[in-house]
Nanobody
């Protein structure tokens, strides 16, 4: 079993920044893909950034240029630096972990509990 623990959510004004962290523990398989997925009220889940153990990174167009994903490989910890936040970034952010090659959120094996990010003036 694998546990994912997120931290770093909160409230911020538009244009502000937040940094999310996620630590994976337990029987973490490798190689793997770790990612951030968000869900806003009334909207579908959106996979916004992912990173593999090999360092391959992909971003959704909605966050490209504003968000940066990184990972501390040996610790299976990932981070999401979020800059220039907008009200439309308001959502619950989930850390997820899956095999190499997974694409959609439903294909990921493990999910964290989620952390709320609210962007409002």
């Amino acid at each position: 079993q694998v546990q994912l623990e997120e931290s770093g959510g909160g409230s911020v004004q538009p244009g502000g920044s937040l940094r999310l962290s996620c630590a994976a523990s337990g029987r973490v398989f490798s190689p793997n893909t770790m990612a951030w997925c968000r869900q806003a009220p009334g909207k579908q889940r959106e996979l916004i950034a992912r990173i593999t153990t090999g360092g391959n990174i992909n971003y959704a167009d909605s966050v490209k240029g504003r968000f940066t994903i990184s990972r501390d490989g040996p610790q299976n910890t990932i981070y999401l630096q979020m800059n220039s936040l907008k009200p439309e970034d308001t959502a619950v952010y989930y850390c997820i972990l899956g095999r190499i090659g997974v694409r959609t959120p439903l294909e990921y094996d493990y999910w964290g509990q989620g952390t709320q990010v609210t962007v409002s003036s």
